[in-house]
T-cell receptor, first 114, second 114 residues
Framework: SQQGEEDPQALSIQEGENATMNCSYK?????LQWYRQNSGRGLVHLIL?????REKHSGRLRVTLDTSKKSSSLLITASRAADTASYFC??????????????FGQGTRLTINP | EPEVTQTPSHQVTQMGQEVILRCVPI?????FYWYRQILGQKVEFLVS????????KSEIFDDQFSVERPDGSNFTLKIRSTKLEDSAMYFC????????????FGPGTRLTVL
């Protein structure tokens, strides 16, 4: 299997604190993406980081990628109640012909307490 | 902002019946995907589609499954004879570029097989 797991499986913090989630994978990748899923709903694309990038920012999100360790982290700063959701990392690659499937991890369930 | 849309949002069917799940990908996207998520589990890849043919399919995507792009906008997943274990959330996704493979997901169709 290409994908490792997210860590932790569940995280509960106070509003305003920072939340860090980690993702590991097993094989070489082209891209790593993070998605958010509110309970029973669709997947919202958060950020994509390419294999030759080490860090990327988008608003309150910061993603790092360490290809030597085959791991990534997602940091959400100044968390809000609305950030309560499950967060998944997904990888693709190595390159093949045609469309590139994503392989998802198990996800981290993040709860922000008011 | 363009979105992937899916219909119906919820489909209830009897075991052995055929179902067709419909998706309208983002209009300028060229790569199309179906994934599924059994309740409480991770998102699993089913099939990818490009240039009017299947690029890759998973072990889940057996002879009971088929995909079609019948016109320039719709992308459908057909399950010929549903089983209880097909009950899941089915997500359609699309991307414009397989290298910078940012996949955008629809809201999903919840399939319940009785």
């Amino acid at each position: 299997s290409q994908q490792g797991e997210e860590d932790p499986q569940a995280l509960s913090i106070q509003e305003g604190e920072n939340a860090t989630m980690n993702c590991s994978y097993k094989t070489s990748i082209n891209n790593l993406q993070w998605y958010r899923q509110n309970s029973g709903r669709g997947l919202v694309h958060l950020i994509l980081i390419r294999s030759n990038e080490r860090e990327k920012h988008s608003g309150r999100l910061r993603v790092t990628l360490d290809t030597s360790k085959k791991s990534s982290s997602l940091l959400i700063t100044a968390s809000r109640a609305a950030d309560t959701a499950s967060y998944f990392c997904a990888t693709d690659g190595p390159t093949i012909q045609g469309a590139q499937k994503l392989v998802f991890g198990q996800g981290t369930r993040l709860t922000i307490n008011p | 902002e363009p979105e992937v849309t899916q219909t119906p949002s919820h489909q209830v069917t009897q075991m052995g019946q055929e179902v067709i799940l419909r998706c309208v990908p983002i209009s300028n996207h060229l790569y199309f995907y179906w994934y599924r998520q059994i309740l409480g589990q991770k998102v699993e890849f089913l099939v990818s589609f490009y240039n009017n043919e299947i690029s890759e399919k998973s072990e889940i995507f057996d002879d009971q499954f088929s995909v079609e792009r019948p016109d320039g906008s719709n992308f459908t997943l057909k399950i010929r004879s549903t089983k209880l274990e097909d009950s899941a959330m089915y997500f359609c996704a699309s991307s414009v570029d397989r290298y910078y493979n940012e996949q955008f997901f629809g809201p999903g169709t919840r399939l319940t097989v009785l």
